[in-house]
């Protein structure tokens, strides 16, 4: 069973169009993010969420809107895309001892 | 925010090797953690390490919160262990700042 699961795995399609990705965990965690990891690997926190309430919004387009429908769940919906927002984006989960459990990411390629 | 620096950038090793990488912040943090990307992306956390000391296996890690600095220390290395290694650090559990990570080449 996946801890943390991300769907879908890959993500190709044309500029101007709007996707979701969506995220699960199953570990009872009550905090869950996303970030970014750009084509030089640098990881980048989006958003994080705590019991389905945002925390952090870390100054992303708002484009970019995620979804929380309950703590086990955060999607993240993009509108509008843009070549420069193919990267890799991860979802994690922790308790609040912070110890962080990452998907395997979405590849996401804006063409 | 919080500024993370890791050295060296690149690092090849022949299998069976030791190896230390570094973690330098600029402020102090309430959380630190090191991450391993293997080469299929998947990152996985190594440790949770605010302070003081751990070990797991062939891997431990020392953080000196009062120098604003952590080490990761690789013995015996092996072809597995290849891959990106990020240092992430963090006032609270909320947002982390990842360094621009460590990449290891072990070869056999």
């Known amino acids: 069973d996946t801890a943390v699961s991300q769907t879908p795995k890959y993500l190709v399609t044309q500029m101007g169009n709007d996707k979701s990705i969506k995220c699960e965990q199953n570990?009872?965690?009550?905090?869950m993010y996303w970030y970014k990891q750009d084509s030089k690997k640098f990881l980048k926190i989006m958003f994080s969420?705590?019991?389905?309430?945002?925390?952090i919004n870390e100054t992303v387009p708002n484009r970019f809107s995620p979804k929380s429908p309950d703590k086990a769940h955060l999607n993240l919906h993009i509108n509008s895309l843009e070549l420069g927002d193919s990267a890799v984006y991860f979802c994690?989960?922790?308790?609040?001892?912070?110890?962080?459990?990452f998907g395997s990411g979405t590849r996401l390629t804006v063409v | 925010g919080i500024q993370v620096e890791q050295s060296p950038p690149d690092l090849i090793l022949q299998e069976g090797a030791n190896s230390t990488l570094r973690c330098n912040f600029s402020?102090?943090?309430?959380?630190l953690q090191w991450f391993h990307q293997n080469p299929w992306g998947q990152l996985i956390n190594l440790f949770y390490?605010?302070?003081g000391t751990k070990q797991n296996g062939r891997l431990s890690a020392t953080t000196v919160a009062t120098e604003r600095y952590s080490l990761l220390y690789i013995s015996s290395s092996q072809t597995t262990d290849s891959g990106v290694y990020f240092c992430?650090?963090?006032?609270?559990?909320?947002?982390?700042?990842f360094g621009s990570g460590t990449k290891l080449n072990v070869k056999p």
């Open positions: 994690a989960s922790s308790p609040p001892t912070g110890i962080y459990t």
């Open positions: 402020d102090s943090v309430n959380n």
């Open positions: 570990l009872g965690h009550d905090t």
């Open positions: 390490i605010p302070s």
């Open positions: 969420y705590n019991n389905k309430e945002l925390i």
């Open positions: 992430a650090v963090g006032h609270n559990f909320n947002k982390f700042y």
